[in-house]
C-alpha cells in the first residue's frame, strides 16, 4: 500500500494507451462497423425495391394477359362473324348457281322434249300412215293425206 | 512455495510485495548492514522496511511492466484487428473485437449523451486493459513469480491491478478528465455548481463548497479503490488458498476444489470490475458534461 511514482507511471501509460486507441484503433472499427450497417441495409433496401419492381411487373402481366384475352376473343368473334359471313355467301353462290344449272337442265329438257315430241310426231305420222296404208291398203296416197296427218299430229 | 523454510506469514507478505526500484534517503541502513552514501541512491528495495524508506520516490517495476505490456498487447491486438476490418463479412478473432467495440458503443451512448470523440476509445482501453490486467489474477499465484525467482527476481506481483498505485493512477486520470471537460463545458457553471449546490443561498456557500469538494473527490477515490479493493481482496483469496496447499496432504484436494470454484468466481468478478470500473468512467463524464 505504498503511492509512490508509479501511480505518474500508470497516469502517463494511460494517456498514451487512450490516445493511441482514439487515433488507430477506434476509428476504422466502428468506420468499417457502420459501412457495413449501410451496405445491409442498401441491400435490403434493394431487395424491398426488387420485390415492389416483382410485384409491378406481375400485375403487368396480368393486365397484358387480360388485354391479349379481350382481344383474341374479339378476334375469335370477328372471326366468326367472318365465317358464317362466307358461309352465307358461299350458300347464296351456291343456291344461285343451282338455279342456274336448274334453269340450263330445265332448257335442255325442253329441248330433249321438244326434239323427242318432234321425232315422236315424226315417227307417229309414219306409223299412222304405216298402219292406215295397212288398214286402206294401196290406195291412200301418202301425198295427197299427208296435210291429213299432219294436223292430226299436231293436235295430239 | 518460493523458499522451503518460509512461514505462512512470510510466505503471503511476499507475494504481496512489489518489485520496487526507488531512492533510498542517505544513511538508512540497508538489508546487508551496509549504509545508503550522502545524497541517497536509486536502488532495489529488498523488504518491506526499504520500500517504506523509499516512500514516494519508488517505482513499482513489475506492476509497471505487466500494466504497460497488457496494454500494449491490447493496443497492438486491437490496432491489427482494426487494419483487418473490412465491410465484408467478419471472422474469427475480427469478430471478437467488434463484439467488444460494439458493445462497447452501446454502453457509452446509453450513458452517454453528449458528443465527444474522446468517450467511447477511452471507454474501450479502460474495459479491455482493467480487463487483461484482472485477467493476471487467475494465473496460478506461484507460477510466474517462482520461475522468476529461479531466474534472480526477489518479488513479482504479476497482477498490477492489485497495486493501488495503477487503479490511483487511471482513476485520477478520470478525475482531471472530469475537472477539464467540467471547466470546459460549464465554464463559470462549474463553479456555480461547487457552490450553490444543494442550499441556493449565498449564506450557505462554504456548506455547499465544502459538501461538493467532497462529493467530487470522493469520486476518483471510489473509482480506483473499488477496483484494487475487489482485487486485492481476490488476489489474497488465491494466495491463502496456495498456502493451504502447504499444510498438508490431506488439504491438497480441498484447496484443489478451492482454487478452482474461487477461480470460476472470479472470472464473474474481475469482467465485471473492468466493467464497473468502465461504466463509472464514462457516468462521471457524462456528469462532467451535463449543464444543470
Known amino acids: 500500500m505504498n503511492i509512490n511514482l508509479t501511480l505518474f507511471g500508470q497516469m502517463i501509460a494511460f494517456v498514451c494507451f487512450v490516445v493511441f486507441c482514439m487515433r488507430f484503433v477506434w476509428p476504422p472499427i466502428i468506420a468499417a462497423m457502420a459501412d457495413r450497417e449501410k451496405k445491409i441495409a442498401d441491400g435490403l433496401a434493394a431487395a ?20 391479349a384475352k379481350v382481344d383474341a376473343a374479339g378476334i375469335v368473334d370477328a372471326a366468326n362473324k367472318r365465317a358464317s359471313q362466307i358461309l352465307d355467301e358461299a350458300k347464296e353462290a351456291a343456291l344461285s348457281e ?7 337442265a330445265m332448257t335442255e329438257i325442253e329441248q330433249e322434249r321438244q326434239r323427242a315430241k318432234e321425232q315422236l310426231r315424226g315417227e307417229l305420222s309414219a306409223l299412222t300412215m304405216q298402219g292406215a296404208r295397212k288398214v286402206l291398203g294401196a290406195e291412200i296416197n301418202q301425198n295427197s ?6 294436223e292430226l299430229v299436231e293436235n295430239w | 512455495m518460493a523458499g522451503d523454510n518460509q512461514t505462512v506469514s512470510e510466505y503471503i507478505v511476499h507475494h504481496l510485495t512489489n518489485l520496487t526500484y526507488g531512492r533510498l534517503p542517505e544513511g538508512f541502513e540497508r538489508y546487508d548492514g551496509s549504509s545508503v552514501p550522502d545524497g541517497g541512491s536509486w536502488v532495489m528495495a529488498h523488504g518491506a522496511e526499504e520500500i517504506s524508506a523509499m516512500g514516494f520516490y519508488a517505482i513499482h517495476i513489475d506492476s509497471m511492466l505487466w500494466s504497460v505490456g497488457l496494454g500494449i498487447f491490447f493496443c497492438w491486438f486491437f490496432y491489427r484487428m482494426a487494419c483487418l476490418v473490412s465491410e465484408d463479412s467478419p471472422s474469427g478473432p475480427i469478430n471478437f473485437v467488434e463484439m467488444v467495440v460494439e458493445f462497447i458503443d452501446n454502453t457509452v451512448k446509453d450513458t452517454f449523451h453528449g458528443k465527444n470523440r474522446l468517450i467511447a476509445p477511452l471507454a474501450l482501453t479502460i474495459f479491455v486493459w482493467v480487463f487483461l490486467m484482472n485477467l493476471m489474477d487467475l494465473v496460478p499465484v506461484d507460477l510466474i513469480p517462482y520461475a522468476l525467482g529461479l531466474a534472480g527476481v526477489e518479488y513479482q506481483k504479476i497482477v498490477p ?17 472530469m475537472l477539464f471537460y467540467s471547466i470546459k463545458v460549464k465554464g463559470f457553471g462549474f463553479v456555480k455548481e461547487l457552490t450553490m449546490n444543494p442550499f441556493n443561498h449565498p449564506l450557505f456557500i462554504p456548506v455547499n463548497l465544502f459538501m461538493e469538494v467532497v462529493g467530487l473527490l470522493a469520486k476518483p ?8 479493493g475487489n482485487m486485492y481482496a481476490g488476489e489474497m483469496i488465491f494466495i491463502l488458498i496456495a498456502a493451504l496447499f502447504s499444510a498438508g496432504i490431506m488439504w491438497v484436494l480441498p484447496a484443489a476444489l478451492l482454487q478452482l470454484g474461487w477461480a470460476i468466481f472470479h472470472i464473474l468478478v474481475i ?22
Do not use: W
Open chain 2, 221 to 228: 477515490f471510489s473509482l480506483g479503490l473499488r477496483l484494487f
Open chain 1, 145 to 150: 293425206h299427208e296435210r291429213l296427218i299432219e
Open chain 2, 161 to 177: 491491478s492489485t497495486d493501488p498505485n495503477i487503479t490511483m493512477g487511471m482513476a485520477v486520470g478520470v478525475f482531471i478528465l
Open chain 1, 98 to 104: 343451282a338455279d342456274r344449272l336448274k334453269e340450263g
Open chain 2, 271 to 292: 469482467t465485471l470490475q473492468a466493467f464497473i470500473f468502465m461504466v463509472l468512467t464514462v457516468v462521471y463524464l457524462s456528469m462532467a458534461h451535463e449543464d444543470h
Open chain 1, 48 to 67: 424491398d425495391r426488387a420485390n415492389d419492381d416483382l410485384a409491378a411487373a406481375k400485375e403487368a402481366v396480368a393486365q397484358e394477359l387480360q388485354q
